[in-house]
């Protein structure tokens, strides 16, 4: 019998990969795992860490959360909010990335560069300039359309306003995305597609498009759980105005956690959060037939 | 020897409001001219400069804030040029950050000595401090409005100052207007009628409010205009909200009709009334004594005076709320030679008048020592001058938890931007501050105002 050769050359590689790996696995369980674990049991409890109040309540806090009318109501905007903002972002990062692929537009990488600009930018500070541009008195949106609307304090508008401000921001992502994918398709399934006399039109839908799918699988998932937790832009915007107009699940629970100390609460909205995000998920690995 | 200390404090504290671009090497040289008492002062509570502190030996404690930094240093560099064994250092946090960071600093074996209070916060403080050690009768001789920060015996800090709200008008748009000062209001349906006349439309569009409450009728009608009728915020008890009322209602109703009867103002015009008071396009606003610096640094082109909230019919149960601004607190958990230092820096900060004027006049807030409410400094202060007369009708409910200022806000939201009416809105705000005040410790001080009921 062969003495199976380990796969490590040498003692200090082996230490090496010790190292690594029980620093990996300290860190998530520090940072991720152990406060998953003290939010879930903080979940049954009315906790208040800052006066130090921690009271077993059972099942009292899903119960709430089940029956209160401001959280059905966040989660139908969490989820307006999320639909249409995704179908934005993969739309023109889409379209965008296209464009830029093409082979008559020069400066390819200017436009990545400029399309990738608002991503980097941080939130709080696109989040206040474009408050600023909303205003109805002195914002540049008013005198440049000529209307006259309070944009974040009508119902009508002000989760419109918020969404807009959250395409622009992040379409650029999709952008950069979209055009990695579009540089690594096998060259030779386009040319065979030519060669077979498909138009520009038949290879996309047919060709680019399929090929494109676990790409746009890819930035749908990330956008479904980065706009599940969206808050900051509702914060600086409208604090879930007018009235509750624009509250968002996220929004809640920063609500509840950092403003009414209510953890215990708080920890039971996340939780259900948490269900639901990751429901949406499969369901897009389903939808895409990518659950693999 | 006194008065020269007193101009000294009173440089230092100009310095907040109208010196903010001094570098701090300015502030150093201002701070080495302080000159050190050496007599006993004080009025019930009295500091004596000669007893020393931690034996004289070095000990350095840290003061936590959040903003206003060159008034604390001020008094630090009074303080330790009496004591120089004794070091403070300021921290600074952000407002957003204090109170999330404080209470965990607390909680640990390295908070701070001393900490800058806001009551808002009380619940998540009351169980860190350490009790004041200076006799109860000793502050209510010389401070108003202690019995209502009396726990158990024990008072943990109480109020330097009182902040409410008063009228800001724009000076030039009342004399465009063709108003004089006799024109000063006295009644809400005075006020009604100055207000119409300061209102500029172009057409159906309002040019010029003559009164904007957008983004604050909550904290500054709402609460605090059922005092005028006679109603407290909270029911006896104490405890249970008292805000799905018909007084709070009609509030409400006479801010609706401002706008959309009289037209005075519109809740599009400005998002916020401060703000656009500020920016020339309102006549007149409420607001609390922190809008008079903020006038003079933010938006010093304004004209602007300042008067008395009008009432209802000329005598009120109370012309309004107030809220304290605190002193500090004491961490209970910090070493005691530490504890020692932070409880004899409060007497200092106590009984020095010229120091409780330095930071009355940088909040504009009202003395709640009683020997200041005459002081000649504070009535050169307009937004302070005009409370002076009825200053003790004023009523303090207690550190409220903010679900009620909140849940009130958004219940006039409602009620503004999306269409409910005024009795459901109202439900919905009772409803969510008493579903979240279920486990508060608050109970409503407004049983203690000196003219209750």
Redesign the interface.
């Known amino acids: 019998m062969f003495k199976k050769k380990h796969p490590l050359q040498s003692k200090s590689e082996i230490l090496l990969r010790n190292i690594v790996v029980t620093a990996m696995i300290v860190f998530f369980l520090v940072f991720l795992i152990i406060p998953i674990g003290i939010a879930f049991v903080g979940s049954f409890h009315e906790w208040n860490p800052l006066s130090g109040t921690y009271r077993f309540l059972g099942m009292e806090n899903y119960k709430e959360v089940f029956t209160s009318s401001l959280f059905g109501r966040s989660m139908i905007n969490t989820l307006i909010f999320s639909v249409v903002v995704i179908i934005f972002r993969v739309g023109l990062g889409l379209g965008i990335a296209y464009a830029i692929y093409s082979p008559f537009i020069k400066y390819k990488s200017f436009f990545r560069a400029i399309y990738y600009m608002p991503i980097v930018t941080p939130m709080v500070a696109v989040a206040f300039v474009w408050k600023f541009m909303y205003n109805p008195q002195i914002g540049t949106i008013n005198h440049l359309l000529g209307l006259n609307i309070n944009w974040l304090m009508n119902p009508k508008t002000a989760l419109l306003a918020v969404m807009i401000m959250t395409i622009w921001k992040d379409f650029g992502y999709a952008v950069v995305m979209y055009c990695a994918g579009l540089y690594s398709l096998p060259s030779d399934a386009l040319e065979a597609a030519k060669v077979d006399g498909a138009n520009g039109r038949q290879v996309f839908l047919h060709i680019i498009l399929p090929l494109l799918k676990p790409m746009t699988l890819f930035v749908v998932i990330t956008s479904i759980i980065s706009y599940v937790q969206a808050y900051v832009q509702i914060l600086i915007m409208t604090e879930g105005g007018p009235g509750t107009s624009t509250y968002l699940a996220s929004y809640i629970i920063y609500d509840e956690a950092f403003v009414k100390y209510n953890f215990g609460y708080a920890s039971a909205l996340s939780f259900v959060l948490f269900v639901i995000t990751a429901v949406f998920t499969w369901c897009s690995f389903r939808v895409s037939g990518s659950e693999e | 020897m006194k008065k020269k200390i007193m101009l000294i404090a009173m440089v230092s504290a100009l310095s907040i409001t109208s010196l903010a671009g001094c570098s701090s090497e300015s502030n150093k040289k201002e701070q080495t001219k302080i000159d050190v008492p050496t007599e006993v002062f004080g009025d019930t509570i009295k500091y004596d400069p000669n007893v020393e502190v931690n034996n004289g030996e070095k000990v350095t404690i840290e003061l936590w804030e959040w903003g206003s930094d060159e008034l604390f240093e001020s008094l630090i560099a009074g303080y330790t040029a009496i004591h120089p064994n004794v070091t403070i250092k300021l921290v600074n946090n952000p407002w957003e950050d204090y109170w999330?960071k404080l209470?965990?600093a607390l909680?640990g074996e390295n908070g701070p000595a001393l900490f800058n209070i806001h009551n808002s916060y009380h619940?998540?403080l009351i169980?860190y401090l350490a009790p004041l050690d200076i006799p109860i009768e000793d502050l209510q001789a010389d401070f108003t409005g202690v019995d209502a920060h009396i726990i158990d015996g024990k008072v943990y800090y109480i109020d330097y100052g009182m902040m409410t709200g008063t009228v800001y008008y724009n000076k030039d748009m009342w004399e465009a207007a063709g108003l004089t000062e006799a024109d000063i209001p006295k009644t809400w349906d005075e006020m009604r009628e100055v207000a119409k006349k300061l209102t500029i439309k172009n057409g159906d569009?309002i040019v010029q409010a003559g009164l904007n409450f957008n983004g604050d009728f909550h904290q500054n009608y709402l609460l605090g205009l059922n005092y005028q009728l006679g109603e407290n915020i909270f029911k006896e008890d104490g405890t249970t909200p008292n805000v799905n009322s018909d007084t709070m209602k009609q509030i409400m109703q006479m801010l609706v009709d401002f706008y959309e009867v009289d037209g005075v103002g519109s809740?599009?015009?400005?998002?916020k009334g401060a703000d656009?008071f500020g920016?020339g396009?309102s006549a007149m606003v409420i607001q609390w004594g922190h809008f008079y610096n903020t006038l003079n640094t933010t938006w010093s082109d304004i004209n602007f005076g300042v008067f008395e909230i009008p009432t209802f019919d000329g005598n009120p149960y109370a012309y309004n709320r107030y809220n304290g601004e605190s002193t500090f607190g004491i961490n209970k958990n910090a070493p005691k030679d530490q504890q020692a230092v932070a409880q004899d820096f409060v007497k200092y900060y106590l009984a020095n008048d010229n120091v409780q004027v330095a930071f009355n006049l940088a909040m504009s807030t009202f003395p709640a020592k009683k020997s200041l409410a005459n002081n000649e400094e504070i009535l050169k202060n307009p937004s302070l001058r005009v409370l002076a007369e009825h200053i003790d009708r004023y009523i303090w409910p207690g550190p409220m938890p903010?679900?009620v200022e909140?849940s009130l806000?958004?219940a006039g939201?409602?009620v503004?931007?999306?269409g409910?009416d005024i009795d459901t809105a109202f439900d919905e705000a009772q409803a969510t501050i008493e579903k979240?005040m279920k486990?508060s410790s608050f109970v409503s001080v407004e049983n203690l105002y000196k003219y209750a009921k």
Do not use: A, H, M
């Open positions: 999330t209470p965990l909680d619940e998540n169980n569009q809740k599009d015009f400005g998002e656009s920016q396009q903010e679900t909140n806000k958004r939201e409602e503004f931007y999306n409910v979240d486990n």
